[in-house]
C-alpha cells in the first residue's frame, strides 16, 4: 500500500510559470507527479542511497495515466 503525505511549499513564481508551461504540454504529467520525481531524484543525488527513493522516482518516470 503506497501512503502519501500533503507538502506545503512555497516555491519562487519563475519556477511556477515554467511548472505550469509543463504541465500545459505534457497532460500525461502533473503537478504531483512533477514535485516527486524531482524530490526523488533529489535524494538520489545527494542521499544516502536509500532505495525507497529508487523505487519512487522510477514509479513516478514511468508512470502512465490510464
Request: charged content about 25%; hydrophobic content about 40%; cysteine-free.
Amino acid at each position: 500500500m503506497n501512503t502519501t503525505v500533503s507538502i506545503l511549499t512555497e516555491i519562487p513564481e519563475e519556477l511556477h510559470e515554467s511548472l505550469k508551461s509543463y504541465l500545459e504540454t505534457h497532460p500525461d504529467w502533473d503537478q504531483d507527479r512533477v514535485f516527486t520525481a524531482a524530490l526523488s531524484l533529489f535524494l538520489l543525488q545527494n542521499g544516502n542511497g536509500d532505495r525507497r527513493a529508487v523505487r519512487v522516482y522510477l514509479e513516478s518516470l514511468f508512470h502512465r495515466v490510464t
